[in-house]
């Protein structure tokens, strides 16, 4: 797979450490436990939507965009690096805010993301809980072009999860395959947070190209299993397609699970802040309450009920978004 064939940016600090998790793996006593660095891909605090950003920014100045539209959550860490992105191109971008969970507290509503949108210079404008964001972000392009401020919108959907972003993890495929072949490391699974999609199918799509035979498992935030296996099979499929691989993605290839997703989506359940304290107490690592920390308790209670084999190398990728940790105090 030659990535370099796609308009692409340099933003992120890659390759990302991979790194065992020693005390934790002491801690749970079973299979021996890996985290993969992808919260420190170095933009705007990092984050997985950096990876997806090189690919989708440099799509838009080879598209010659004149201004970056984007959306997501109040507390959004897609918003959060694409408004980064952006201003190190120079381009203005305007960040949709869907309020998802409705909260009423000011550190929710204003503080981690929503203060470093602010600091990168985005336009924030937000909405209520379900209302369709795309149309959203269609309806302010048209706006912006008719009003001739700007002539050439570029929509990045939410997550940054379409075939060019995902893209962006077919390379951290690539980057973790070679980083366990080059330390000798038989990867028996590799673990994730999966939310709009894009990094599970970029990660199967790449895994696929590189037959590289290791398993995967998405831990979702939010949608009920059969529907984020859905999702995630039609979004590896096209980047298949992009990529023109020969390799077929079958339904087989997408495993997703959707047992720690507690009372919704941006709701921390208890073994989410067990599992944030947990990685803080032991490794000295930060996960978030929305994403990581959920896909992580996902993984603490798996290995505990030995759903691993012992002596596993089990690979976690930290997707980031300790930077709305600021948003939660007031479940800490
Ligand atoms: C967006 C995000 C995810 C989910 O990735 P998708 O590609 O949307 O599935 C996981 N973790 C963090 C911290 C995120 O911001």
């Excluded at 959707?258 to 944030?276: F, M, N």
Aim: glycine share 10%; aromatic share 6%; proline share 4%.
């Amino acid at each position: 797979m030659h990535l370099s064939r796609f308009n692409r940016v340099s933003l992120g600090h890659l390759p990302t450490p991979l790194q065992p998790l020693s005390r934790l793996s002491g801690a749970l006593g079973g299979a021996t436990l890996w985290i993969k660095r992808d919260d420190c891909t170095g933009l705007a605090g990092g984050g997985n939507k950096t990876r997806k950003l090189e690919f989708l920014m440099g799509d838009a100045l080879a598209q010659k965009a004149d201004v970056i539209i984007t959306q997501g959550a109040v507390q959004s860490n897609h918003v959060r690096q694409t408004a980064a992105a952006a201003t190190l191109h120079n381009l203005p971008c305007y960040g949709l805010l869907e309020d998802r969970i409705g909260s009423t507290e000011d550190n929710a509503n204003e503080n981690g993301n929503v203060l470093l949108d602010k600091l990168f210079n985005a336009t924030l404008i937000r909405f209520p809980a379900a209302t369709d964001m795309n149309a959203e972000m269609e309806k302010l392009a048209t706006q912006l072009r008719a009003s001739g401020k700007y002539k050439n919108p570029y929509i990045i959907p939410g997550g940054g999860s379409n075939p060019i972003g995902a893209l962006g993890y077919v390379n951290a495929a690539m980057e973790l395959v070679q980083q366990a072949n080059d330390a000798q490391l038989k990867i028996d699974c590799i673990v994730h947070a999966t939310g709009s999609a894009g990094t599970q199918a970029g990660l199967v799509a790449g895994l696929c190209g590189l037959n590289a035979h290791i398993p995967l498992l998405g831990v979702s935030v939010r949608a009920e299993k059969t529907a984020q296996e859905k999702n995630v099979l039609q979004l590896a499929q096209k980047t298949a397609t992009l990529l023109q691989l020969n390799n077929s993605i079958e339904a087989a290839h997408v495993v997703a699970n959707s047992d720690y997703v507690g009372e919704g989506y941006g709701i921390p359940a208890k073994d989410t802040l067990e599992a944030i304290s947990l990685l803080a107490t032991t490794e000295g690592i930060l996960l978030d309450p929305v994403y990581s920390a959920k896909g992580m308790a996902g993984l603490i209670d798996m290995t505990r009920k030995q759903k691993f084999a012992k002596g596993d190398n089990i690979v976690f990728i930290h997707t980031g978004g300790a930077q709305a940790l600021p948003g939660y105090m007031h479940y800490f």
